[in-house]
């Protein structure tokens, strides 16, 4: 009796373990991975159904799992540091783990991993573009003329000009693009705001302060930009709307350079059929606001 006692308290015990799977999400990745002799897998397809199996069991047993994306430079990199032998599996196993704690990392709910792939990497992407904005930010120093730090007064700035147009923007759903022509590339960051049947609206704290992250750059460095609204709603036609960025500021599209910007093709420049049902207009007054003096660095 103690001993099926002890077997059902390891089975309750074994579902309060929360685990992680590194996962490789692209052919290049695997192919990588492949020149470790421990890495005994040789077909991506075969992989991804193994791990999607494993990802089902788990599922069904009440465990909980996360995806984490499982990058080979950064491993062998990390296994340099560590003095670790990449080559055996408690490496990878450390590597994970330490993912798990950093790095992006999204839920298993139950979905197919076709449909988890995108947004796991999509998770990456903007963890990559938040961090690379940051680090741009804080090399920025303190102003030559007031001494204050001019990342920190442009996130502030930002954070308010995101409040002020998601304030002034009709119910609904609404999405943000915000596009930097920094260097060596563009950034772009994307933000997606909905409200509750009580009015409240809902943000996801991790793209808001990549979003955020992301403007605040563009006017900390005067770069050239704009930002791109879209609402909808139930029973209205869905509004565009945008603002380019100007200086330390954003000045206002006009209806016709919306409707420009969206029915162009940016790649040939051939025009686009514009959408049904869409209303290419100018952006509502953001109001008053309190623009930081102008810094020089």
């Given amino acids: 009796m103690a ?24 052919e290049h990745d695997f192919r990588a991975m492949r020149r470790y002799r421990s890495f005994t897998f040789d077909d991506h397809t075969a992989y991804l159904r193994q791990v999607e199996a494993v990802l089902k069991t788990r599922a069904a047993q009440g465990g909980h799992t996360t995806l984490a994306l499982f990058d080979p430079e950064e491993y062998a990199d990390f296994c340099a540091e560590n003095s670790l032998d990449p ?47 940051s680090t741009l930010l804080s090399r920025l120093g303190p102003c030559a003329s007031c001494g204050e730090d001019i990342g920190r007064a442009a996130f502030a700035h930002a954070a308010d000009l995101v409040v002020r147009i998601l304030d002034t923007a009709a119910p609904g759903q609404r999405h943000l693009v915000c596009s930097v022509m920094s260097t060596p590339e563009p950034l772009v960051s994307v933000l997606h705001a909905d409200d509750d049947s009580d009015g409240a609206t809902h943000l996801d704290e991790a793209e808001a302060l990549e979003f955020t992250t992301v403007l605040a750059l563009g006017l900390a460095t005067r770069s050239p930009g704009g930002l791109v609204m879209r609402t909808t709603a139930p029973g209205t036609t869905d509004r565009i709307y945008g603002w380019r960025l100007r200086g330390d500021g954003l000045a206002p599209l006009t209806a016709a350079e919306v409707f420009d910007a969206y029915c162009t093709d940016i790649e040939n420049g051939d025009l686009i059929a514009p959408e049904s049902g869409v209303d290419y207009c100018v952006p509502p007054d953001l109001g008053e606001e309190d623009t930081p003096p102008g810094h020089r660095h």
């Avoid at 308290?9 to 929360?18: K, Q, S, Y």
């Avoid at 599996?89 to 988890?116: K, V």
């Fill in 3 to 26: 001993h099926t006692d002890h077997r059902a308290m390891r089975r309750v015990l074994h579902r309060e373990i929360a685990g992680t799977i590194g996962l490789l999400t692209d």
């Fill in 87 to 133: 080559d055996v599996p408690t490496s990878r196993t450390r590597f994970t783990a330490e993912l798990a704690a950093t790095g992006p990392t999204i839920p298993y709910d139950g979905q197919a991993l076709a449909d988890l792939l995108p947004a796991l990497v999509g998770e990456a992407v903007r963890q990559a573009t938040w961090e690379y904005a």
